[in-house]
């Protein structure tokens, strides 16, 4: 059973904007505390970039602050990351993580590749 599906990286130009999204199984769902997306540059530690609570509290990284925005539907166990005005500096794989009290689950990862 996939428990976490991300979808919506791929290839931008700078400037340009793409939209990922996170859907969990309604266990994971229902039980978790928060939910965010990290991101893993090759090289680099992997970061917070944004998350955002059960009840719409969010969260961001000072770097994304103004370009990305986070949202989520409980109807669909889902959160959205949209990224405006991408950067080559934004360039990583993206994991959507759902933590909970007895839980800390990671998705697989989406590409994001911000290039002319």
């Known amino acids: 059973q996939v428990q976490v599906q991300e979808s919506g990286g791929g290839s931008v130009q700078p400037g340009g904007s793409l939209r990922l999204s996170c859907t969990a199984s309604?266990?994971?769902?229902?039980?978790?505390?928060?939910m965010g997306w990290y991101r893993q540059a090759p090289g680099k530690e992997r970061e917070l970039v944004a998350s955002?609570?059960?009840?719409?509290?969010?969260n961001y990284a000072d770097s994304v602050k103004g370009r990305f925005s986070i949202s989520r539907d409980n109807r669909k166990r889902s959160i959205y990351l949209q990224m405006n005005s991408l950067k080559p500096e934004d360039t990583a794989v993206y994991y959507c993580?759902?933590?909970?009290?007895?839980?800390?689950?990671w998705g697989q990862g989406t590409q994001v590749t911000v290039s002319s």
């Open positions: 309604e266990r994971l769902f229902s039980l978790s505390i928060h």
């Open positions: 955002i609570t059960a009840g719409g509290g969010v």
């Open positions: 993580r759902i933590p909970g009290r007895q839980f800390d689950v």
